[in-house]
Nanobody, 122 residues
């Protein structure tokens, strides 16, 4: 029932930009904190960014601060991740995530998208 569908991934040169989108359905969008995680080959999933439903509490991993921007359009039930100044270390599958407001992102509480591949070449 709940669907989070990512799009916008692709192959870019280092220093380039991409904007990821996540379209949510089957949930009350305004009741969820939305976020992005990523998983690089051979590594564990890691937090990237999150945005409260009100868009007033953005949070970023230190590794992406100043380069990535999360935003959401509640009218469209869509969350975005604008990625600038991309580095090869940003190469990963990026997953959209949703958790009820007030709860942390955990394996049991979080709803996940299928992921979209981002590859940054040197």
């Amino acid at each position: 029932q709940v669907q989070l569908v990512e799009s916008g991934g692709g192959l870019v040169q280092a220093g380039g930009s991409l904007r990821l989108s996540c379209a949510a359905s089957g949930l009350t969008f305004s009741s969820y904190t939305m976020g992005w995680f990523r998983q690089a080959p051979g590594k564990e999933r890691e937090f990237v960014a999150a945005m409260h439903w009100s868009a007033g509490r953005p949070s970023y991993a230190d590794s992406v601060k100043g380069r990535f921007t999360i935003s959401r359009d509640n009218a469209k039930n869509t969350v975005y991740l604008q990625m600038n100044s991309l580095k090869p270390e940003d190469t990963a599958v990026y997953y959209c995530a949703a958790v009820l407001v007030g709860l942390p992102f955990t394996s049991t509480t979080t709803k996940w998208g299928q992921g979209t591949q981002v590859t940054v070449s040197s």
